[in-house]
């Protein structure tokens, strides 16, 4: 609990490089995530080259700081079709789990992360020569962080969670 509660999203980054051990380490904690049907939908692209960094960072308004790595996580649409018509939205299902997993790894790492979505996917396709039937769909920038950011505030179980059924919450 003290890594979910303690992984915020970074956006200001040291100046230090990450060990690739450790890169590996956030990466292999992707594969592991769930996937539907174990179909394994995903695509990994580690990027730790500062020039290439900066390059995509121009195609990328949701990319602050200068990280010193980036995965891009994408969907080989090859393998979502097995799912059949869910095959699409199971496949981003479980690229964010698998987005989570690295991103609880990082932090276990002391590495900070930020997942982006807002970046030009066809000019990163391009520059990456990511085939067509692989869609890159979510980033996470990766660093150590200047700062660790304190938790905002999160709405209570109470609030949130019911039981048995819509309206009979927890803990009433």
């Known amino acids: 609990m003290d890594i979910i509660k303690g992984r915020r999203s970074i956006r200001s980054f040291q100046d230090k490089e990450i060990p690739r051990e450790h890169l590996k380490t956030i990466v292999e904690a992707g594969i592991w995530a769930p996937s539907g049907s174990n179909i394994q939908p995903w695509e990994f692209i580690l990027i730790d080259d500062s020039t290439l960094i900066k390059k995509i960072k121009l195609l990328s308004p949701g990319l602050y700081g200068v ?99 819509y309206g009979k919450h927890f803990g009433r």
């Open 67 to 165: 990280p010193k790595a980036l995965v891009i996580l994408c969907v080989n649409k090859k393998r979502s079709e097995k799912a059949g018509r869910l095959g699409e939205s199971l496949a981003i299902m479980d690229i964010s789990m698998a987005a989570q997993n690295m991103m609880l790894a990082a932090y276990s790492l002391g590495i900070g992360s930020c997942p982006i979505a807002s970046f030009n996917k066809k000019a990163l396709r391009e520059l990456l020569d990511i085939p067509e039937h692989v869609d890159p769909v979510l980033m996470i920038s990766l660093g150590y962080p200047t700062e660790w950011p304190t938790p905002p505030r999160r709405r209570p179980l109470e609030e949130v969670v019911h039981v048995n059924e």
